[in-house]
């Protein structure tokens, strides 16, 4: 076996870890922004639905490249891999640069075209968010590069001890700035910023030593080599377009949302935090997922990868069973932490309930389980159902409910949940089938 369950805890509890972490930063942002208000809250959660689009289009190149390595290593051929790794840090770099221009200079008119006719003291808040946001696309680009770059090495500890530093800085960042300085929105943007730029600079300097299996160095000097990038787009590329999608689509339904008014989009902010927070586990070991399979099909291991495949997913379903009705039991201090009026209070509990009882049982199928067909190479069926089913159920299902039956955030969060339960029943099937195993690797 190439996996024992000792390298599996030393590659899944770490991400577990980094996962938390990673989301605790939005998460600061959130609570300790809310002592500002409520407009605060919405300006944040509003561009945060824009940068998730956009850090999971650097997630998705990351993963194309972390799949390439991982593929090279289980064929013992550490040259290639070194050269997948160089090749994607200066591909994402250039992708991030060319999108972080484009958001710094058409700011306002996208803010106005995503989310429209918003209270004016929501977009003053969601202007000043989005460009001190728009500033650290670099920097997390290259972050998640290095990060996909370890977790393909096995070695998950070092994005997760990288992303301890992040949360320390901005935490301590948001504390002086939003509390002594009095700055709110701006002081939380600073120091997200601060923590991601401190986290790519940390990332690129762990990944010169050349003890790595995987070891990049003279950055400056790095040449594009079309052949390679084209092996990490071949994934990295589909990936990447059903994350986009799947992000517009929440992104309209933020929109959607945004009509609602103040209290929907509050609670929906709130409820959205506390709820990926319940999917750390099955996000962590579908990362985890990627290195797995990913080395088990660059050997030819097949078996292997199917019987690693269903022990990662019993486990997310243990973990994530675990997580979420703790959360159920916990939801009332939970609403309470964050300052809310009684009817935003009401209205995100009710999101909560529903979110916990349905994730545990869906989300696993619809979001871990994708990973393991995509580090197969299987990326672009994956791909094809997850857009036909967001613009369907997520899109197509949220303006039905939420606005022609009058059922506001509540009928948003509903077609959410079909859009999950279609997506699990197909990638089950595509599974259990095993024409996964018939994709041709790098």
Not at 287 to 316: P, R
């Amino acid at each position: 076996m190439l996996f024992s369950r000792k390298d599996l805890r030393k590659l899944i509890i770490p991400l577990v870890i980094e996962q938390i972490l990673a989301v605790t930063i939005g998460m600061a942002d959130t609570v300790m922004v809310s002592s500002v208000g409520e407009a605060a809250v919405s300006g944040i959660s509003l561009v945060d639905t824009i940068n998730v689009l956009l850090i999971n289009i650097f997630s998705a190149l990351a993963t194309g490249g972390a799949v390439v390595a991982a593929q090279y290593m289980g064929r013992k051929d550490h040259d290639n891999a070194n050269t997948a790794a160089k090749q994607l840090i200066l591909s994402t770099t250039a992708v991030s640069f060319l999108i972080m221009a484009v958001s710094l200079l058409l700011k306002k008119p996208l803010l106005r075209l995503i989310f429209g006719s918003i209270e004016p003291d929501v977009m003053s808040n969601a202007q000043i968010y989005f460009l001190l946001s728009a500033l650290s696309y670099p920097f997390l680009a290259a972050y998640n590069s290095g990060a996909a770059l370890f977790r393909s090495m096995g070695n998950s500890k070092v994005s997760m001890f990288t992303s301890l530093i992040m949360n320390l800085v901005n935490v301590c960042g948001n504390a002086v700035l939003i509390y002594i300085f009095n700055m709110g929105v701006a002081g939380a943007g600073i120091a997200s910023l601060a923590s991601r730029a401190l986290g790519a600079i940390v990332m690129l300097l762990l990944l010169r030593n050349r003890n790595n299996p995987i070891s990049v160095r003279q950055l400056h000097r790095i040449r594009f080599q079309p052949a390679m990038i084209k092996n990490i787009m071949r994934i990295g590329v589909p990936n990447g377009l059903e994350n986009s999608m799947f992000q517009i689509g929440k992104i309209l339904t933020s929109s959607l949302i945004a009509s609602f008014g103040t209290v929907a989009i509050a609670a929906n902010a709130v409820a959205n935090t506390v709820a990926s927070m319940e999917c750390i586990p099955g996000s962590a070991i579908g990362l985890g997922m990627v290195t797995v399979v990913g080395q088990c099909v660059g050997a030819g291991e097949y078996e292997q990868a199917k019987k690693y495949t269903q022990k990662l997913m019993l486990l997310t379903y243990i973990t994530m069973a675990i997580l979420n009705i703790g959360v159920l039991l916990a939801r009332q201090p939970i609403v309470e932490f964050y300052h809310l009026s009684p009817q935003t209070m009401e209205l995100a509990r009710w999101l909560l309930v529903y979110h916990s009882l349905l994730c545990m049982i869906i989300w696993p199928l619809s979001f871990t389980l994708p990973n393991a067909l995509r580090a197969a190479n299987d990326v672009r069926f994956p791909m094809a159902i997850s857009i036909i089913s967001m613009w369907v159920c997520r899109i197509g299902m949220s303006y039905l409910l939420g606005q022609g039956f009058n059922m506001g955030v509540k009928g948003v969060w509903i077609a959410m949940t079909c859009d999950w339960l279609v997506r699990a029943s197909i990638f089950a099937w595509r599974f259990l089938s095993g024409r996964w195993k018939n994709k041709k690797g790098v």
